[in-house]
């Protein structure tokens, strides 16, 4: 499963956080894969996408950085996925 995270750095401060992360790595548990991630131009907030097929990872992560990020996680898919998930639902054309 992919899950989208939107990481916003409290008080708007990307510093400790990048410190932490130079300092300690990402520290994801065995089983939560990193697969990229995307910085807003005011340096404060960080999108990544990470990849487990155990959600409960997510959270024993976060743990280890929630006293510098709010974290939004949310389950996403592949747009060819989403495509036919839909597909029975659609109209047909006319």
């Known amino acids: 499963m992919l899950y989208m995270v939107i990481e ?3 008080n ?4 400790p956080v990048y410190r932490r992360f130079r300092d ?3 520290m994801t548990p065995e089983g939560l894969e990193y697969v990229s991630s995307w910085v807003d131009t005011r340096l404060e907030r960080c999108f990544q996408i990470m990849e487990t097929a155990d ?3 997510m959270s024993e992560w976060t743990a280890k950085w929630d006293d510098i990020v709010d974290f939004e996680i949310v389950p996403i898919m592949p747009s060819q996925d989403a495509v036919e998930a839909i597909r029975s639902k659609l109209q047909p054309d006319t």
């Open 8 to 10: 916003r750095f409290k």
């Open 12 to 15: 708007r401060d990307a510093a």
């Open 24 to 26: 300690e790595g990402r």
């Open 55 to 57: 959600p409960n990872l």
